[in-house]
């Protein structure tokens, strides 16, 4: 298996409701990775996982909550977005932080 | 700071026609650089790395460390070479990979 899984491929929720997306990898990667790009811009990094341990945090918000069960799996946790949250999220892994990064297609999120 | 920038939001060739896409960083030490390709509704997808030295479907890069730039060239564009492209920034030992902004090619039959 030599490919990023994100779930659900689309999620609409309001601003009130608390989801999650989710990733998977069966690489062996040990670097794991969320992404937000919206229309027409370059990704942006949020969060990154090394060895299971959050390493990376760029300044995201509280109302997104990432969570790494074990090597293969990753979570976003999302309550109370906003309307501007409204983007597509893409997670991706490494073998380590200095190699290729592999992405998934990526969730796309609408917040109503 | 590591920074990458890529000048040119949209190039449009025809088809058969060079293509040259712009890649400068800013970076004190020694970067890893990439170039990175989505076509349309497809995922984000590695097209080449510097440190790898190959030609991917008729592309290639090379990392100009005086001009601190990484530009991707083509002799030859295809319509199916029509994409978003990234160039990328990564650092030893960091699990950062920073993109640049981007730049559309257009190719036209």
């Known amino acids: 298996d030599t490919e990023v899984t994100q779930t659900p491929k689309h999620l609409v929720m309001g601003m009130t409701n608390k989801k999650s997306l989710k990733c998977e990898q069966h690489m062996g990667h040990r670097a794991m990775y969320w992404y937000k790009q919206k229309a027409k811009k370059p990704p942006e990094l949020m969060f990154v996982?090394?060895?299971?341990?959050?390493?990376i945090n760029e300044s995201v918000p509280s109302r997104f909550s990432p969570e790494c069960p074990n090597s293969s799996l990753l979570n976003l946790h999302l309550h109370a977005l906003q309307p501007e949250d409204s983007a597509l999220y893409l997670c991706a892994s490494s073998p380590t932080g200095w190699n290729t990064i592999y992405f998934g297609e990526g969730s796309w999120l609408t917040v109503v | 700071a590591q920074r990458v920038t890529q000048p040119e939001k949209l190039l449009s060739v025809f088809k058969g026609a060079p293509v040259e896409l712009k890649c400068n960083y800013s970076?004190?030490?020694?970067?890893?650089l990439f170039w990175y390709v989505q076509y349309s509704r497809q995922r984000l997808q590695l097209l080449l790395r510097?440190?790898s030295r190959e030609s991917i479907k008729g592309f290639t890069a090379d990392l100009n460390k005086g001009e601190t730039s990484f530009h991707l060239k083509k002799p030859f564009a295809q319509e199916e070479d029509s994409a978003m492209y990234y160039c990328a920034l990564s650092t030893y030992n960091t699990d950062k990979l920073i993109f640049g902004t981007g730049t559309r090619l257009q190719v036209f039959p």
């Open positions: 510097h440190i």
């Open positions: 970076y004190s030490g020694s970067p890893e």
């Open positions: 996982y090394s060895y299971e341990k959050l390493s």
